[in-house]
């Protein structure tokens, strides 16, 4: 077998695409975030990781909240808009439609799926700030839902790939087998 060495800081993952919400001067702002994932199952922790220098720090930091909004495959564009566009420069309150629920998070009607957080705690790194938050309400729109489950083919979600120099939106392929399942066999 031959191995090559990669670059130290080439990642294999694929990330979930998720616009994070906050509110910033009275207005919402958001930022697509790749760098999120759940980090406890009880209560519901999430992590997200967020460069020091963004906009949607100030919001965390001053609102102690933040939303997480998963949006479909038809929001590619304007989840990207988002993600070069810094509230800095542009006023995004009006990218997408707002709702709000138990907390003052914005969320968004557009994205199938939303999640309202309160932050737990900011971990400081070099140059992104790790926020963990507890998720507090999660909403699903009906039309993703299959026997009273989110559906992941309805729900159609934006995979992000960030392997260095073909960065990429992709959409989930198909499902190849049945989780903690398939091994049995083996036991
Ligand atoms: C594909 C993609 C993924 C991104 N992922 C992250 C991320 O995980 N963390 C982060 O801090 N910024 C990430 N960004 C950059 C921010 O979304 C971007 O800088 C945004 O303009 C910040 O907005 P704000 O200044 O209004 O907060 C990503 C951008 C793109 C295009």
């Known amino acids: 077998m031959s191995k090559i060495k990669l670059d130290q800081r080439f990642s294999p993952y694929q990330m979930p695409s998720v616009i994070i919400g906050t509110t910033i001067d009275d ?8 760098w999120a994932s759940r980090v406890n199952r009880t209560p519901p922790i999430w992590m997200v990781s967020i460069n020091r220098k963004h906009l949607t720090m100030n919001g965390i930091r001053d609102n102690g909240i933040f939303s997480m909004n998963f949006p479909s495959a038809d929001l590619v564009e304007m989840t990207d808009y988002v993600g070069i566009t810094s509230g800095r420069d542009a006023d ?13 998070a ?16 900011i971990i400081e790194r ?8 507890r998720s ?3 909403y699903a729109d009906q039309q993703i839902m299959t026997d009273n489950k989110p559906d992941i083919r ?3 979600q934006i995979v992000y790939t960030g392997a260095e120099g073909q960065p990429s939106y992709w959409v989930v392929g198909e499902k190849i087998g049945d989780a903690f399942s398939l091994g049995k066999k083996f036991k």
Do not use: A, Q, R, W
């Open 92 to 104: 995004k309150s009006s990218v997408f439609k707002v709702f709000y629920g138990e907390t003052k």
């Open 154 to 156: 309805k729900m159609n």
């Open 106 to 121: 914005p969320m968004i009607e557009e994205c199938v799926l939303n999640m309202e957080l309160e932050v737990e705690e």
């Open 126 to 133: 070099p140059d992104h700030f790790i926020i963990l938050g």
């Open 136 to 138: 507090v309400n999660t």
């Open 27 to 34: 207005k919402p702002n958001f930022m697509l975030c790749t």
